[in-house]
């Protein structure tokens, strides 16, 4: 299954300066396993992601086809063939 | 007048001032945005410095610089994660001690929740010190105002099996066999916001504490309440708060060539917390806190602010500098022992922590 991450422009750089991650994932794979694959090739950016315990990062959301993923099943959510997976900040902080 | 650098760590970036010929120039923000809780400079081996940043985003992390801040370097691995075992997740690094001149490669980081972490690569990554994150207190300590933190760290500077560290709340604990084992070290320190005995084992809520690398054997200590020394490696406290005009602050730094002088910043407490009188003063004692003097000569008269318990530091010239950094996002430099003062900086955002280095 390929899914892609599609990263806002501040983190980019933890990824090569690519502005989209494609990854190439067997079975069924949440969420969670995106980031797995991702910390493989990119362990810079997946700890900006989530922390060591594997929790998304509170101020950071996952939309997964317009809904972010924490209405659907969190780290848990379940990806689709051709799923895209937008990282958007959140709006915060003074 | 000696080279300094100054690394000034904000709740939105760091700043660096650079002292040339009696000029400072201050330049930043580096690392924008991120919260610089720690800031260390190891002159062991040229010179290195290292900063603990967070973003609110993002997380935390520690970044180095071995060209003055020209260029960051982080690596790709988090330089420090809890093993997962823990359960826990890094907060935030409060602190970056280089270790001492015998071991180089050691540098010690103390952070959120409350642990110590040690590197021997000079600081590009770390391990969790598990004999104290493994200690039978930890179900008790509590977090105080800012957190649940390890926020001094105080190597031996001969003898690397040796370190004291403190906490808040938890109190100073100190090992003697490199980490494996630590005790608590509180004797006559008090915790007044615990009525049931007001001078436990463990438990206090220590601001700070500094050591003299001159006479290891020495510290001082600035509690929730209380002010302190210690002239036998922390096996007991005396209190040195008589002449103050308050007990309670945040910061004690002493000088780096003369063992009886140590400096403050007190703030009044605990409903209000304000500079006595609201003036902008830093006490200096030179008789290991027998006595106290009110340093003002260049500073403001009107001064609502605080001086945090990192952003008080001195630098290693003879006479010494020393400097200030305020929540209004002021710095201060002495470089006359604390005699004279000048704004170095203004319109910063909060100063959480400061070092200076000789160049």
Redesign the interface.
């Known amino acids: 299954m390929r899914v892609t991450l599609v990263l806002p422009r501040t983190?980019r750089a933890e990824a090569g300066g690519a502005g989209k991650v494609e990854l190439d994932l067997a079975g069924e794979p949440t969420l969670a396993a995106v980031l797995d694959a991702v910390g493989r090739e990119?362990?810079?950016l997946e700890?900006?992601?989530r922390?060591?315990?594997r929790?998304l990062?509170r101020?950071?959301n996952f939309y997964l086809d317009g809904q972010e993923c924490r209405a659907l099943g969190g780290a848990d959510s379940p990806m689709r063939e051709g799923a895209e997976i937008r990282v958007v900040?959140?709006v915060?902080?003074g | 007048m000696v080279e300094v650098l100054l690394l000034i760590g904000t709740r939105k970036g760091l700043w660096l001032g650079h002292r040339r010929g009696g000029a400072w120039e201050v330049t930043g923000p580096h690392l924008p945005m991120a919260e610089i809780y720690a800031v260390a400079a190891d002159t062991r081996r040229g010179l290195r410095l290292l900063v603990g940043a967070s973003s609110t985003h993002y997380g935390p992390s520690v970044v180095t610089s071995d060209d003055l801040g020209r260029s960051w370097q982080e690596p790709q691995r988090a330089p420090i994660s809890f093993p997962a075992d823990t359960g826990a997740a890094l907060e935030r690094v409060w602190q970056l001690a280089p270790g001492p001149e015998d071991r180089q490669e050691v540098v010690y980081a103390g952070a959120e929740p409350s642990a110590v972490f040690r590197s021997d690569d000079g600081g590009r990554s770390f391990e969790l010190v598990r004999g104290l994150w493994e200690h039978p207190d930890r179900p008790h300590w509590e977090p105080g105002g800012g957190g649940m933190a390890v926020h001094t760290v105080l190597p031996h500077p001969h003898d690397h099996a040796r370190v004291l560290v403190a906490m808040s709340t938890g109190g100073v604990y100190r090992t003697a066999d490199g980490g494996h084992s630590w005790e608590a070290a509180n004797r006559g320190v008090r915790a007044y916001f615990l009525p049931e005995d007001e001078y436990p084992r463990f438990g206090q809520c220590v601001h700070k504490v500094a050591r003299h690398p001159a006479k290891p054997e020495r510290f001082f200590l600035q509690n929730h309440h209380g002010v302190y020394r210690s002239d036998d490696a922390a096996d007991s406290w005396q209190s040195i708060a008589d002449g103050l005009p308050s007990d309670f602050g945040f910061p004690i730094a002493t000088h780096p060539h003369r063992p009886d002088v140590v400096y403050g910043f007190p703030l009044t407490a605990d409903a209000e917390r304000f500079p006595p009188q609201g003036r902008c003063r830093v006490y200096r004692s030179e008789d290991a806190g027998g006595s106290w003097t009110a340093l003002s000569a260049g500073l403001p008269e009107r001064f609502y602010s605080a001086v945090m318990r990192d952003a008080l530091c001195v630098d290693g010239a003879d006479p010494a500098g020393v400097y200030f950094g305020s929540r209004s996002g002021e710095v201060y430099a002495s470089a006359d022992d604390g005699d004279s003062w000048q704004q170095v900086a203004a319109h910063l955002p909060d100063v959480l922590s400061l070092r200076a280095t000789v160049l």
Do not use: I, K, Q
Request: glycine share 12%.
């Open positions: 983190l990119y362990p810079g700890r900006r992601l922390d060591e315990t929790a990062r101020y950071v900040a959140s915060a902080g």
